[in-house]
């Protein structure tokens, strides 16, 4: 009678056991089921790399561009000597899709004259001259470069936490009375072409990036200038939208020459583009 009595408490002993053990399993899945990705601790680099992040946390990061979608703004570039781009931009995020509809464009494909029409598609870049393809080979080098350039230019704070950035604490730096801390930017390259090289200087208290110094290595322009940069609210971000940039040096001093002005206006997200309308 008493080993039947041990033999029960110990089948019961055993059964509460197996039972709390796979309540905890649950809860610890359930846990683990409720935590996304963003809200892991991230681990940072140095403290380049955290300064950086909490500015993207600050002007709206590239998820954030992902679940609004695509843009749709229109592009105004102008130089010194009155030259000027006017241009209707759109992009899809998830594949970082590009097309560019040029109603001006002095500096950008002057001697074709009418309307022109750039795209990268996922696959290709494509150009097209008053509604006919232009198959050029100089022509669509330079599509190569304006559609990822241009795309860059837009998304660059976001893309600064891309995997492939380097980040290196430069300096503290007080300019005209505001203070920054100054982090230079690099990248890796499989190759062993040159890359660009950014300096960019966030505002101690707004924790914006108000200028950085830039290079353009495709074409083999080292010294860099320097961006000037003012801010917009759009919807849930702070677009970087009036922009202007000249010759400059590692210690962001600029030349006496006038300023190059780029700016975006009439930005509007998530406005239902498909892939159809990246393609020739």
């Not at 992009?91 to 001006?104: I, K, N, P």
């Not at 290709?124 to 100089?138: A, F, M, P, Q, S």
């Not at 503290?172 to 660009?196: C, G, H, L, N, W």
């Not at 322009?221 to 961006?227: D, E, W």
Request: charged share 30%; aromatic share 12%.
């Amino acid at each position: 009678m008493k080993i039947k009595l041990s033999l029960l408490a110990i089948s019961i002993f055993t059964l509460i056991s197996c039972k709390e053990e796979k309540q905890n399993k649950t809860e610890e899945t359930q846990v683990s089921e409720t935590v996304t990705p963003e809200e892991k601790k991230l681990e940072f680099e140095n403290k380049a790399h955290e300064l950086v992040y909490n500015m993207t946390q600050k002007i709206g990061d590239y998820n954030k561009l992902l679940d609004k979608k695509d843009v749709v703004f229109t592009y105004t570039y102008q130089t010194p000597d009155n030259k000027t781009n006017v241009s209707t931009e759109k992009y899809m995020f998830d594949g970082e899709l590009s097309y560019g509809h040029y109603t001006q464009h002095e500096r950008t494909m002057p001697n074709l004259e009418g309307e022109i029409e750039q795209g990268y598609d996922g696959k290709e870049y494509w150009l097209k001259h008053n509604g006919e393809i232009v198959t050029d080979t100089l022509a669509l080098k330079k599509v190569a470069f304006n559609r990822p350039t241009n795309y860059y230019w837009f998304t660059m704070m976001q893309k600064l936490m891309d995997p492939s950035v380097n980040y290196e604490y430069v300096k503290e730096q007080t300019i005209d009375s505001t203070a920054y801390d100054v982090v230079k930017i690099s990248f890796d390259a499989e190759d062993k072409k040159p890359r660009d090289i950014y300096q960019v200087y966030i505002n101690k208290d707004t924790k914006l990036v108000d200028q950085f110094l830039f290079t353009v290595a495709d074409y083999n322009k080292m010294t860099p200038s320097l961006m000037q940069l003012e801010y917009t609210e759009v919807d849930v971000f702070l677009i970087p939208s009036k922009r202007r940039y000249k010759a400059s040096n590692w210690d962001a001093e600029v030349t006496d020459k006038p300023w190059v002005t780029a700016n975006w206006t009439d930005i509007k997200f998530d406005n239902n583009l498909t892939k159809a309308d990246f393609q020739k």
